[in-house]
């Protein structure tokens, strides 16, 4: 049992290039989330899932793009990035949205020059 | 909305002392709370939850957090401290009005001396 496994681990863009945060969970969760990690700020919701085929904004959407076509995954997207994404990127899942705890992945270290 | 409150960026105990380590959080409705624990390098993991009922909860590696509802707090603590416990950790809240969106703290740093 994997659990959620993201990748990649590690990435370093240019401004302006894109890329493709994966997340894969084995576990038949319902709920995905997508945070990012900054020193200080502890984790700020990017996109979240309710489910296969929807996705909705959180605290920091701005410059990101999410997809989840699939139950057991979740993509993030930066179509053109900035400096300012450079963080480390945490993928969660939960069984249901309130009571449950959230399962996290080792997260993708991003930099972004 | 929702928020957390972790005052303390850092917490130094001595190995084989009592330890907490603070939160408080606001929110409009009854909340659901949460504390996680970060190692280096890794994701978070789930420590211990309070969802209802017995205000003192107890949780994994030796860990109990307690709910006070009039102080809107739910401080983490651990009768003795041992150094392998010396990581970063979270407080968290959901509430029905927030849409059960779970909302971190900054984080606050354990470190315990041997």
């Known amino acids: 049992n994997a659990g959620v496994t993201q990748t990649p681990k590690f990435r370093v863009l240019k401004t302006g290039q894109s890329m493709t945060l994966l997340c894969a969970q084995d576990m038949n969760h319902e709920y995905m989330y997508w945070y990012r990690q900054d020193p200080g700020m502890g984790l700020r919701l990017i996109h979240y899932s309710v489910g296969e085929g929807t996705t909705a904004k959180g605290e920091v959407p701005d410059g990101y793009n999410v997809s989840r076509l699939k139950k057991q995954n979740f993509l993030l997207g930066l179509e053109s990035a900035a400096p300012s994404q450079t963080s480390v990127y945490f993928c969660?899942?939960?069984?249901?949205?309130?009571?449950?705890?959230?399962?996290f992945g080792n997260g993708t270290r991003l930099t972004v020059t | 909305a929702q928020s957390v409150a972790q005052p303390e960026d850092q917490v130094n105990v001595a190995e084989g002392n009592p330890l907490t380590v603070k939160c408080t959080y606001s929110?409009?409705?009854?909340?659901?709370l949460f504390w996680y624990v970060q190692y280096p390098n890794r994701g978070l993991q789930f420590l211990l939850k309070?969802?209802?009922?017995?205000?003192l909860v107890k949780g994994s590696y030796g860990f109990e957090a307690e709910f006070n509802k009039s102080q809107t707090s739910f401080h983490l603590k651990k009768p003795s401290a041992l150094v392998s416990d010396s990581a970063l950790y979270f407080c968290a809240v959901r509430d029905k009005a927030g849409g059960f969106k779970t909302i971190f703290g900054a984080g606050t740093r354990l470190f315990v001396k041997a």
């Open positions: 969660a899942s939960s069984y249901s949205r309130s009571t449950e705890k959230l399962h």
């Open positions: 929110v409009s409705g009854n909340p659901y």
């Open positions: 309070y969802i209802t009922g017995d205000n």
